[in-house]
Every structure is written in C-alpha cells, then in structure tokens.
C-alpha cells in the first residue's frame, strides 16, 4: 500500500539565527553537510534531515515522488514550528526543494540550488534510471555504489568514503527516489514565480548537471546570482566547503 502521508524525518539541528534547511542528495545522507556545519552555525540554525528512505529516516513503500518529498520537509518544519525557512538543496533534494516552493512559497525565504537542475530528465535519462533501478533489484547496491562514487566527485579521498555511504543506502528506497526523479515535472515553466533571494552553485567538473542547466535555471529564477566552482563536480558542499559556505552566507545576508 502506497502511503501519500509524510514521514517522521531523522534529522539533527545546529547552531543558531535564521532556519537554514540543508537537503541532501540521492542516494546519500545528511551527513554530506557536516563539513558546513562550523563555517555556517554561528549565522544560522541549520537543519539537516535524512529525506526518506535515506540516512535513518524511514522508508514506506511505493514512488518517492519530488511532491511527497517536500511534504515530509513542510511535516518537519510544522513540528520544529518554524514558520519560514532557507532551503538549500543539493541535486535530488534540490528537486525536492523546487517542488517544495512550488506548493509552499510562503513558508520559503530563500533558495540555494546546489549541483541540481530545474529541467525534467530527458528520455534517455529516464530510461536509464530504469535500467539502474531494476539492476539495484537484482543486484543490489555494489555496482551503483562502484560506479556513482567516482562520478560524484573529482577528489579521490572522497571517493571511498561516498561508496561507503552508498552501500549504507536502503535498495528499496533507491529504486522508489529513481522513478521519483525520472517522472519529476520540468520545473522551468514556473521559476520566475520564486522571488525570494536565491543562489545556484555549480562544480564546473560536474558530470552529472551541466553547467548549462545550472546558468539556465540561474536566469530563470526572478533573483538569482549563480557561483560557478572549479575544482568541484557534483560535491561541492564536500569539495570546496568554504566558497559553498560564503554563497550560503550572502544568501542569508540577501534574505
């Protein structure tokens, strides 16, 4: 049975001021922002959710639809009682904050889109998460976490440590976020409907979001500035935290 309720996020909180929502990517966990945590807590309070299905939060069965995901962030903020927050979010919580911006503006301040993309996935995408779902099915979570690891990033140390964090991933959950991503609406048509502050950070080693999309989504959004990072592909919060951090903190001083 396909539950459309949300789910109780696993999250932690840290430091202090304007709510900061870090949103993990796929199949990751929260734990790709700790290397933010002390260049960011003085000037915010940070929250840092395990979206579901990931990390420690749990993982119903069915689609994880880019919607449902946003629902389980707005359950998160009604418990904290936090009325208006900063989302910040990295690929598919990216997509995941779009969709919450869509449904929610006025519980939005700003906006951080980090290594994601407004665009929907292109057929040949598509189908190849289809390919990459049924082969999780069948083989389980090696050959995803072999693969992807060395994809993500251009820092070897952080090779290992990404596969690990792959294989600590829920098969059921990766399969359920995959067809979540590859039926995910264009996001383009509606951008300029986002006006609070808004940055769009992006690794120009990136093999997974071009920089294209990443300069396309930053002219679309009403008040965007997009910081393009050398040296960072599809990590950047991991490989260059410092000038992620400074983005971020413009963007709370913009908001």
């Known amino acids: 049975m396909m539950s459309h309720l949300p789910v109780p996020l696993s999250y932690e909180e840290e430091g202090q001021g304007i709510p900061l929502m870090l949103v993990h990517g796929f199949p990751l966990n929260r734990s790709i922002w700790y290397p933010l945590i002390p260049l960011l807590k003085d000037k915010a309070r940070l929250i840092l959710p395990d979206l579901r299905g990931h990390g420690q939060s749990p993982a119903p069965e069915g689609t994880y639809a880019m919607r449902l995901l946003a629902e389980d962030l707005h359950a998160l903020l009604d418990k904290l009682e936090i009325d208006k927050v900063i989302l910040a979010g990295h690929s598919m919580g990216g997509y995941a904050s779009l969709a919450f911006a869509q449904a929610y503006p006025n519980r939005l301040a700003g906006l951080a889109m980090i290594a994601s993309q407004a ?10 998460r289809e390919k990459t779902a049924e082969e999780v099915h069948r083989r389980g979570l090696r050959p995803l976490a ?3 690891a060395p994809a993500l990033t251009c820092r070897q ?21 995959l067809r979540g991503m590859a039926e995910r609406p264009d996001a383009s048509e509606w951008l300029a409907d986002i006006t609070v ?16 999309n990443a300069r396309l989504m930053a002219q679309l959004l009403g008040r965007a500035w997009l910081v393009e990072l050398p040296e960072a592909a599809h990590l950047p919060m991991m490989e260059q935290p410092q000038p992620v951090a400074n983005a971020l903190l413009q963007l709370i001083a913009s908001v």
């Open 197 to 212: 502050p808004a940055v769009v950070i992006a690794g120009t080693e990136d093999k997974l979001i071009s920089l294209e």
């Open 146 to 148: 072999q693969n992807m």
């Open 157 to 177: 140390e952080l090779v290992e440590p990404i596969r690990k964090m792959i294989l600590k991933a829920n098969p059921k959950a990766v399969i359920s976020s």
């Open 119 to 128: 665009a929907a996935d292109a057929p040949e995408r598509r189908a190849g």
